[in-house]
């Protein structure tokens, strides 16, 4: 039997497999269908996945009395979402993978301001290594700044929101009211934009399409799983393997190869990022100990 850190550190190297095929099978089905139709679908046959927590729980996860708060969470994240998928049909897979990674980055920074939350010196070292690799991969002036470049940012800076919203609702919420709501309410939320570029996918294509949602659910599911499991400095820094997966995928799929700065920047953002993420969690603990 594995460890509980081993098995942590297997499960999220298997959701970030899951995410970079996710995101692979976006790209793909992104260039017949619009993407906001994907990310419908995406959420439809996402749905399904709730289908065990609530024949385990009944309808106890959807006791609230924060539904106005949970409502603007699965808005937020519906915009981020479609942003995300518009950018994988846009760019190619290594560089929308590596300017995704900046979210934790833009969530400090609204953490600070929204939350007057305190970041010292090496958090802020963290954060301007991370943004200063946002720039080695745009190079601004010297390539041309496309779409899904800047639409991956957006979606970075808009899921940074979620974060904040997520943060605000675990005072009161249980992890699995939030996730219940989130994929019940994102749903009907991203058939609204989806229905402006709606056509009815072919037999093919809605295979594809159901193949994304259980992915993604998959990929959820085991990437919470890995961070229940094990601690965060040992989970968090196996995410880099998205970028790996994506480099695979895109070569293989799509002829895409990313150049060398796009993985020295990917590379800058994961590492200010994650030290971030590391380090926000060493403080939550050492408050949660008794003095």
């Known amino acids: 039997m594995l460890s509980g850190e081993k ?17 692979g099978l976006v790209r793909n089905i992104g260039q017949e269908l619009h993407p ?6 995406r959420n439809l046959f996402g749905l399904f996945a709730l289908t065990p927590l609530f024949i385990r ?23 981020a979402m479609l942003c995300f998928f518009m950018a994988l049909s846009l760019s190619p897979l290594a560089t929308v993978s590596a300017l995704g990674f900046s979210a934790p980055l833009f969530a400090t920074l ?18 301007m290594v991370g943004f200063s690799g946002t720039i080695v991969i745009l190079r601004p002036g010297i390539i041309e700044l496309d779409l899904g470049m800047v639409l991956t940012l957006i ?9 904040l919203i997520i943060k605000i609702l675990s005072r009161t919420e249980s992890s699995l009211t939030i996730t219940a709501y989130m994929s019940i309410l994102m749903m009907p939320l991203s058939l609204i934009p989806a229905l402006f570029y709606w056509q009815w996918p ?48 895109g070569y293989f799929a799509f002829a ?19 030290y971030i993420v590391v380090r926000e969690s060493e403080l939550k603990k050492a408050k949660a100990e008794p003095k």
């Open 110 to 127: 609204l953490a600070v301001l929204f939350l007057g939350e305190v970041v010292r010196v090496r958090r802020w070292i963290a954060i």
């Open 155 to 163: 979606s970075s800076v808009v899921w940074a929101g979620a974060l």
């Open 57 to 79: 729980y009944g309808f106890a996860p959807l006791k609230t009395q924060r539904f106005g708060l949970l409502t603007l969470r699965a808005l937020v994240n519906t915009v």
């Open 202 to 249: 072919t037999v093919e294509q809605l295979g594809w399409l159901v193949g994304i949602g259980i992915i993604g659910a998959f990929a959820q599911l085991t990437m919470t799983e890995a961070l229940r499991l094990g601690d965060t400095s040992t989970v968090i820094p196996l995410d880099f393997f998205k970028l790996i997966w994506a480099s695979i995928i």
């Open 256 to 274: 895409e190869v990313p150049d060398l700065l796009t993985w020295v920047g990917g590379l800058m953002i994961f590492a200010g990022a994650t």
């Open 7 to 23: 098995r942590a550190a297997l499960l999220m190297l298997v959701s970030t497999v899951a995410f970079a095929s996710m995101h």
């Open 36 to 41: 906001f139709e994907v990310a419908f679908f």
